[in-house]
């Protein structure tokens, strides 16, 4: 059983330029979440996926901040025009759904300097 | 709208002492309780949950935590601690609202366990 799964571990880039990360759930979980975690702080909520559908976004994911999960299977969150401010562990987590099954295992993370 | 509370933000504790981690939340709604552990350059992973039933939960690696709805407290304990468990602790509150319920993350606890 593989667990989810992330695309780079870490990406170092410029001011200014875009950047794109992948994440791959547990194959049968059809929920699909990415957090921001900054230095000292707890995963802080940025969207939220149920299959294909983009149901929830934080006011967090500025316009520069777009996600999409095109088949409902991986998903992919880009920044465009990147601030120093997005330095920041970027993680994903899925779920299966149901109430009683509805939490949530999370992946290694995608580390993001911005320099 | 709810939250979380870890009060400490580093516990150092000698090995095979005992340890209590402090979690606090409010929500105006019943809610489901989680601890995630957070191993250094690993993403989170879930410790043990309380969606109903015993308040009393406990994880394969003989840590426990106490719902106590009266005192909106889900603190979490373990009787000896281990050089291995060294890691970041996060609480984490999802309130049982119907429909999607964002999970809200505490801003965590280091637990530092000395030899």
């Known amino acids: 059983d593989t667990g989810v799964s992330q695309d780079p571990r870490h990406k170092i880039t410029k001011r200014g330029q875009n950047v794109t990360f992948r994440c791959d759930p547990i194959s049968e979980h059809n929920r699909l979440y990415w957090y921001r975690q900054t230095l000292g702080q707890g995963p802080e909520f940025l969207t939220y996926f149920q299959n294909e559908a983009q149901l929830e976004k934080s006011r967090l994911l500025s316009n520069r901040f777009s996600a999409e999960r095109p088949k409902g299977s991986f998903s992919t969150l880009e920044i465009q025009r990147t601030e120093q401010g997005d330095s920041a562990m970027y993680l994903c987590a899925s779920s299966l759904g149901g109430w009683d099954t509805d939490t949530q295992y999370f992946g290694p993370g995608t580390r993001l300097t911005v320099l | 709208a709810q939250s979380v509370t870890q009060l400490d933000s580093q516990v150092p504790v000698f090995e095979e002492a005992p340890v209590e981690l402090r979690c606090n939340y409010s929500s105006s709604v019943s809610v489901y309780l989680f601890w995630y552990v957070q191993y250094p350059n690993q993403g989170l992973q879930l410790l043990l949950k309380?969606?109903?039933?015993?308040?009393l939960v406990k994880s394969i690696n003989g840590f426990e935590a106490e719902f106590n709805k009266s005192q909106t407290s889900f603190h979490l304990r373990k009787p000896s601690v281990h050089i291995s468990d060294t890691a970041e602790y996060f609480c984490?509150?999802?309130?049982?609202?119907?429909?999607?319920?964002?999970?809200?993350f505490g801003t965590g606890t280091k637990l530092q366990v000395i030899p």
């Open positions: 309380y969606l109903s039933g015993s308040t």
């Open positions: 984490a509150v999802r309130e049982n609202s119907g429909g999607y319920q964002k999970v809200t």
